[in-house]
């Protein structure tokens, strides 16, 4: 059964404190690990999709690393506008067809001006 | 290009009834994914229906279904609601395929039950 472990669980950082959210996952046949963003009273909005360990890619603030257990996600001098629920999420291969995404219970993060 | 779209936005029903969510993927997008969010247990998995057929399905009751149409739009149906079904009903679609492409989520519906 695929697992995800996100943390801390909740994370306050002053504005321009740069730090980073940890993934940890175990799946049988790793197809995409997945980043999203969660706004309160809203669905997830997609981040970043990681293949294969090694894999790096960096959107604004925003980087995101993989290996073969865990994934980071670096976030570089935020804004209060980078407060939000950023959740992981795997989706293995059970041979056949795609399956669902896995998720994490999310890090609230919190950036105070 | 319009997003995923999901109605109602909010719903509230009694204990034993039953309740019909319905989902827009994104123009051209096939594949259609159901998710429940709860504080408690984050967000899991329902199904997935590609071309009308169900593809996944994730460890619910079988009081939880759905269908996919000619058109993908998707709805999902739960039946002889429990207090526990109480949650938020995400909606992702996705072009398809095997390989795991970013899935785009609605806002989703808020559905309490009394």
């Known amino acids: 059964e695929d697992q995800v472990t996100q943390s801390p669980e909740a994370l306050r950082l002053q504005e321009g404190e740069s730090s980073s959210l940890n993934c940890s996952y175990t799946?049988?046949?790793?197809?995409?690990l997945f980043w999203y963003r969660q706004d309160p009273g809203k669905g997830p909005e997609f981040l970043f999709t990681?293949?294969?360990a090694g894999e790096e890619k960096e959107k604004e603030r925003l980087k995101a690393t993989l290996t073969k257990k865990e994934s980071f996600l670096h976030i570089t001098a935020p804004k209060p506008e980078d407060s939000a629920t950023y959740l992981c999420?795997?989706?293995?291969?059970?041979?056949?067809?795609?399956?669902?995404?896995?998720f994490g219970k999310g890090t609230h993060l919190i950036i105070q001006p | 290009k319009a997003g995923v779209t999901q109605t109602p936005r909010y719903l509230i029903k009694t204990r034993g009834q039953q309740v019909t969510l319905s989902c827009s993927p994104i123009s051209g997008h096939r594949s259609v994914s159901w998710y429940q969010q709860t504080p408690g247990q984050g967000l899991q998995f329902l199904f997935e229906y590609f071309s009308e057929t169900q593809r996944n399905k994730g460890n619910f009751p079988g009081r939880f279904s759905g269908r996919q149409f000619s058109n993908s739009r998707s709805e999902m149906n739960v039946s002889t609601l429990e207090l526990g079904d109480s949650a938020l009903y995400l909606c992702a679609s996705s072009s398809g395929g095997v390989t795991g492409r970013g899935y785009t989520f609605g806002s989703g519906t808020r559905l309490t039950v009394v």
């Open positions: 999420a795997v989706q293995g291969s059970t041979g056949g067809g795609a399956d669902g995404l896995t």
């Open positions: 799946v049988s046949g790793l197809r995409g």
């Open positions: 990681l293949y294969s």
